[in-house]
Nanobody
């Protein structure tokens, strides 16, 4: 019913920047909360940033002041602008969306992930 496609990952040097995009498609009446998670090798998945339907944002302490989450409702897209990247940011980044295919249902949907590698 609903699919997410992430893009924008890659290899960057410490101090550099990347911009991740996540585009939703399918049977979508409305997108509610959206967020980005990441998982590094040997570590559990963690929340990086979250944004509500009306634009309220939440960030992990480790990325505050460096990352910015935003959304474009017309494009069904959520972004993560990552600046001043550190090697510790290296991980697979996953998009997560609460999508309503109708007024009767809410689905939690995950993207397949995009790899971000930060070299020192």
């Amino acid at each position: 019913q609903v699919q997410l496609v992430e893009s924008g990952g890659g290899l960057v040097q410490a101090g550099g920047s990347l911009r991740l995009s996540c585009v939703a498609s399918g049977n979508i009446f409305r997108l509610n909360n959206m967020g980005w998670y990441r998982q590094a090798p040997g570590k559990e998945r963690e929340l990086v940033a979250r944004i509500t339907r009306l634009g309220t944002t939440t960030y992990a302490d480790s990325v505050k002041g460096r990352f910015t989450i935003s959304r474009d409702n017309a494009k069904l897209t959520v972004y993560l602008q990552m600046n001043s990247l550190k090697p510790e940011d290296t991980a697979v980044y996953f998009c997560n969306v609460e999508a309503m295919p109708s007024t009767f249902r809410t689905l939690e949907v995950w993207g397949r992930g995009t790899l971000v590698t930060v070299s020192s």
